[in-house]
């Protein structure tokens, strides 16, 4: 399952940097090969295999202003060439509309400080994609760190939890966790928490909390949106 290996990989054995602003876009475009690769919806496989359909990376439709998203998948602008990265299946190009919108969060550490902004972020990227027109499916993936210690950077100075002035992530994560259920999630039509435990710190060490959970709830959530897919674009 390439998204879930995606996300690991931005903190298995090296330093996560929470400021660069592509770390979703990493793991929510690994949505599209996985869903391609299970092969439960022949529409979508055979139109991603065709380049009629692809990953806008600028995430808003050709002739719409809107904040970006992490992902987006859409029907290719005539007029434009498709282009197939290494190691992809899916196909980059401009799209006229948005037919599958992913936004993906990560929670490291100081959840409860900057969760209202998250929820916040969160709803509007589903107004965003709803108001490209049509009637897309909005995906949420949210990253969710269960460890009882964290460090953080900026720059050259490190920031320790100590469980006081700066709470361990195990001490934030429950609550956090269910405010994104309540305030976040009925907004989109699936959305996936993905719980894990990170220090950041050397030698870089991460776990899933229950992979063999999360992995069937991935599963189920690819076939969902594969079915939902062949019902709603016909």
Not at 67 to 73: A, F, H, K, Q, W
Request: charged share 30%.
């Amino acid at each position: 399952m390439r998204l879930l290996e995606t996300f690991r990989g931005l903190f298995d054995g090296k330093r996560y940097l929470h400021r660069k602003s592509n770390l979703g876009d990493l793991v929510a475009v690994e949505f599209y090969e996985d869903i391609v690769s299970l092969g439960k919806s022949e529409k979508l496989r055979a139109r991603i295999a065709s380049h009629d359909r692809v990953i806008n990376l600028k995430n808003v439709a050709v002739g719409r202003s809107a904040r970006r998203g992490d992902g987006t998948l859409g029907e290719l602008v005539p007029a434009a060439v498709a282009a197939v990265e290494k190691g992809f299946v899916v196909a980059r190009g401009p799209t006229a509309n948005i037919e599958i919108g992913a936004e993906t969060k990560i929670l490291a550490k100081a959840m409860i400080k900057q969760i209202d902004r998250v929820i916040g972020d969160l709803r509007r990227q589903v107004e965003m994609f709803k108001g490209q027109g049509g009637n897309p499916i909005c995906i949420g993936f949210v990253g969710i760190n269960f460890s009882d210690k964290y460090t953080s950077y900026e720059g050259r100075r490190a920031f320790t939890t100590d469980g006081k002035k700066y709470k361990h992530p195990i001490q934030e994560a429950a609550d956090a966790e269910a405010r994104l259920i309540a305030q976040a999630k009925p907004a989109f039509d699936e959305f996936l928490i993905m719980r894990f435990q990170a220090t950041n710190k050397k030698p870089y060490p991460f776990a899933w909390v229950d992979i063999n959970l999360l992995q069937l709830e991935y599963s189920a959530l690819l076939t969902r949106v594969s079915r939902e897919y062949d019902q709603r674009f016909k």
